[in-house]
Every structure is written in C-alpha cells, then in structure tokens.
C-alpha cells in the first residue's frame, strides 16, 4: 500500500446450526490491530487499518460442515410477497452488483410462465447454465448483473488489486481440491468442489418459503 488504509476482510466461516468452527488462525506481518464486528447478515466481518507498504493476510480454518446430501428443493413453494419475515426482504431490493429493479421486467418475460417455487429457481439456473459465458477478463469493478446479462458472458471480478491473481490454467484444469491462484499471488485460492447451483436454489427456495437466509 501507497499509504494507510482502512480495509474490512470477509473470511471467517459463519457458524450456525449446520456449520460450526472447529478451529482458526488469522494472523498479519507486520502485526496491526483487529476490530471484528458482525453484518446485517451476521457474517463475521475484520477491520483493520493496512500500513504502508508490503502487508501479509493468513487466515486458516477447519469447519465442521454435514455431509449429507442437500435437500430437494423442487417441490419448495413459493411464499407471497406479504407473508415474507419482514427481516429478509431486504435480500429483494436492488443492490451495486444485481439491480433487480432493471431486471425485474426480464425477469417476468423470461421465468413469468413457469411454475412457482421450486421449479422456477432451477429453471433460472438452467437458463444461466444455457446463455452465459465463462471468459477471464470480461468483468471490472463495475460490472453489473445488467452487463452479464446483456453481454451473455462475464466472470468473477478480477481482485489484483487485493494481491490475488488466478492461474487461468490451473482454472481450466480443476479436479477435486485444487490450487487456483498463481504462484506470484500474494493470496492463496483453493477450489473445493461442491454443487454451487444446489446451493443457490435452497436459499432461494428458503427465501420464498420465508425462511432465514442461509
């Protein structure tokens, strides 16, 4: 860093019924104070000021997580709008990164006709897993799920600037737990497999049924 700045850090597990944290260790070179706080989501957030100059981050952890399958979500319903915990419709409000006002009229053109619940969360996954591209170097900072949209194509956002650089091949190749940061990131990246669409329609489904967020 060119001079001190002030930074949050989103790395500790968040421990619920489901998922507890065995055990962790963060540390910093040089050593600089830590302020921990939690979100309005209750995820575990670090605050620290980076001095200037060259600053290294190591977070480790092992998280005890069950290892039976996720539950079927096809047969969720859809809960109306009114009947939603008043606590969790902030996650339908627009937001910097998904503008759901802007898709809101797509959205209805594209997914208004299939069956509420269950099914309409997967038959949104299929249609991304159908129209949108995979492809490095097509995201920026400012890129929205607007752009994704109407370009078809996008990607996770580049974070050089937090001194992580992916390795495009090893990207290409994953099998099981794999390394996919270069060997000059400053930040190590590890791909664990596990079934991201799955993931997204259970909380989808928990949010329509009127569920707490995951």
Request: net charge negative; hydrophobic share 40%.
């Amino acid at each position: 860093m060119s001079a001190p700045t002030t930074a949050t850090v989103q790395v500790r597990p968040r421990s619920d019924a489901r998922h507890q944290l065995v055990t962790e260790k963060w540390a910093t070179e040089p050593a600089v104070p830590i302020d921990e706080y939690s979100d309005i989501y209750g995820n575990p957030i670090k605050r620290l000021v980076m001095p200037a100059g060259p600053l290294f981050l190591t977070y480790d952890a092992v998280v005890a997580v069950p290892d039976e399958p996720d539950p079927d979500a096809l047969a969720a319903p859809q809960a109306p709008v009114d009947e939603i915990p008043g606590e969790i419709l902030h996650f339908t409000l627009p937001s910097r990164y998904c503008l759901s006002d802007q898709l809101m009229s797509t959205a209805w053109e594209l997914f208004g006709n299939t069956q509420p619940g269950g099914p309409r969360v997967q038959a949104i996954c299929d249609w991304v897993q159908g129209n949108i591209a995979f492809k490095y170097g097509t995201s920026n900072p400012m890129t929205t799920a607007v752009d994704v949209y109407q370009g078809r194509i996008g990607v996770c956002r580049d974070l050089e600037w937090a001194g992580l650089r992916l390795d495009p091949a090893r990207n290409a190749e994953v099998k099981g737990e794999t390394r996919v940061s270069a060997d000059d990131s400053r930040i190590e990246v590890w791909v664990v497999p596990t079934n991201e669409e799955l993931v997204v329609a259970r909380q989808a489904a928990a949010l329509m049924a009127g569920q707490p967020h995951a």
